[in-house]
């Protein structure tokens, strides 16, 4: 189970083993920060301690920020796409709606006095329409690999496309929705299997292997993908 540690506004993951006798922290290379330490050190004094490393850390993430492409923004123009589960719809700018940002099923429709703040509005509306369709997901890949979360999750995950918190909690990143279902599935199913096995081992890949048999395609799939879509670095991992 990944286990999380929020501070300062940046998401470390916790990887506890027995073999580590000090804490340690990592930056990887997409950019997943990642603090190693034994079993049994407590939240709080890792909170402490990570705060001790801040300055650190975001020293190695802006480095890390001038050497790795930039994540694509969008414009916000009339004419541009924006895509949801893998379709591209056009936004159009109009002057008068009650609502900032709506979709009508062929288009997006921004009002043109939210465009300063129109990721805002996208993020919200992947979200809201979002949280029905992952947990729909959930529910058909739950019985494939035999584990259901206690609870489903959409979020801001940074570099990351899903994550396996405590107590049998899923995090999705709101920015999959842009993807076809079947990469999303892929990271669905990626972190049911995290229920069970919190390492990338072979008892891992075996349970990924049972609920979708080709889930090698759909992870390469995803890192192509994901380079053109908006808001996502291309270092975006699991
Ligand atoms: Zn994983």
Sequence with gaps: MNEML???????????????RTLGLTVDRGGELVIHC??????????????????????KLALKAELTPTVREPEYVSGENFSYLGRHYRLMLISQQSE???????????????????????????????????????EWLSPRTG?????????DLGFRWGSCGRHGVLFFNWKLLQLPLRLIDYVVAHELAHLREPHHGPAFWNILGR?????????????????HIYWCHPGMSQ
């Design 211 to 227: 609920a979708l048999p080709d889930w090698n395609e759909r992870k390469q799939e995803l890192r192509m993908q994901a380079r």
């Design 38 to 59: 034994p079993p049994s050190v407590a939240e709080d004094e890792l909170t402490h301690w990570t705060r001790s490393k801040l300055l650190w850390v975001q020293g």
């Design 147 to 155: 584990l259901s979360p206690s609870d489903v999750r959409l979020r």
């Design 100 to 138: 900032a940002l709506c979709f009508d099923g062929q288009r997006f429709l921004l009002r043109k006095d939210a465009v300063a703040a129109a990721a805002t509005h996208f993020r919200r509306w992947y979200i809201e329409q979002g949280q029905a369709r992952i947990a729909g997901r959930v």
């Design 6 to 20: 929020e501070v300062g506004g940046l998401v470390f993951a916790i990887r506890r083993s027995a073999r580590r």
